[in-house]
Nanobody
Framework: EVQLVESGGGWVQPGGSLRLSCAASGITFGNYDMSWVRQPPGKGPRWVSAINNGGDRTYYEDSVKGRFTVSRDNANNTLYLHMTNLKPEDTAVYYC??????????????WGQGTQVTVSS
């Protein structure tokens, strides 16, 4: 019933840009803080970015700060991640997920299927 569907991934050369989208359904989207998580090949998932339900507070992992921008359109139930100056180490499957913090620990209750981002020459 709850669905998060990522799109916009693909191949790009180093220094290029991509914009990922996450379409949500089955939830009251505007009531949820949201996040982006990525999983590089052969590694576990790593948190990338988060945005509060109202869209006025954003957070980033240090390696993407200044290069990635998270945003949301609550009227359209959509989450975005605009990525610029992409590097080979950004190669990963990117997931959107609901985001909550319980006792100082991040929790991700709902996930999308992921979209592949490959950065190479």
């Amino acid at each position: 019933e709850v669905q998060l569907v990522e799109s916009g991934g693909g191949w790009v050369q180093p220094g290029g840009s991509l914009r990922l989208s996450c379409a949500a359904s089955g939830i009251t989207f505007g009531n949820y803080d949201m996040s982006w998580v990525r999983q590089p090949p052969g590694k576990g998932p790593r948190w990338v970015s988060a945005i509060n339900n109202g869209g006025d507070r954003t957070y980033y992992e240090d390696s993407v700060k200044g290069r990635f921008t998270v945003s949301r359109d609550n009227a359209n139930n959509t989450l975005y991640l605009h990525m610029t100056n992409l590097k080979p180490e950004d190669t990963a499957v990117y997931y959107c997920a609901t985001y909550t913090v319980v006792s100082g620990t991040a929790e991700y209750d709902y996930w999308g299927q992921g979209t592949q981002v490959t950065v190479s020459s």
